[in-house]
């Protein structure tokens, strides 16, 4: 992910319809190319949480929201060199605005960020916040192709309305 949402998106959650996102996830999500740890994450008020159990190529719910918000930061990483797929499948509205599969992950702590981004700049790492809006509901889901218990590092920042 290269952390573009907020610059093609823009900052009104209200102004974009899930069709509108759908067209832009499909070509955004993509792989890290660099490895961020959970206490950075942390350092700039992220939720981070371990995956738990996880059955092989089975969507499980990471977020679950009833309601209207929106979106700031979510993402997954690796906690080990075990080679595994990720899958991150975000509904809006009852609308699926993205659903995408990584390539194989090799690498401590790398992943993927569809919302949002987080780059390690050595001593001074930066996180990018979105703004993505929903009106009724939010719902992210996400799978592994390995059967496993925490080994993804899930990291989330949303707000209610």
């Known amino acids: 992910m290269s952390g573009v949402q907020s610059a093609l998106i823009g900052a009104d959650p209200r102004g974009r319809t899930p069709a509108v996102l759908q067209n832009f996830f499909a070509s955004a999500w993509s792989l890290a190319s660099q490895t961020t740890t959970v ?8 939720l981070a949480s371990l995956s738990g159990a996880m059955t092989a190529n089975t969507l499980k719910t990471a977020l679950t929201v009833t309601g209207s918000g929106a979106l700031n930061f979510f993402g997954l990483t690796c906690v080990d ?6 899958r991150i499948k975000i509904t809006l509205d009852g609308v699926v605005v993205s659903d995408a599969t990584s390539a194989a992950i090799v690498t401590t702590d790398l992943g993927g960020y569809p919302i949002g981004a987080m780059f390690n700049a050595t001593s001074n790492p930066i996180a990018v916040f979105d703004e993505i809006g929903f009106v009724s509901s939010c719902l992210i889901e996400i799978a592994s192709s390995v059967t496993e218990t925490d080994k993804f590092n899930v990291f989330m920042r949303y707000r209610t309305n």
Request: a positive charge; zero cysteines.
């Open 39 to 46: 206490a950075q994450h942390k350092s700039y008020g992220i």
């Open 81 to 86: 060199t075990t080679s595994r797929t990720m």
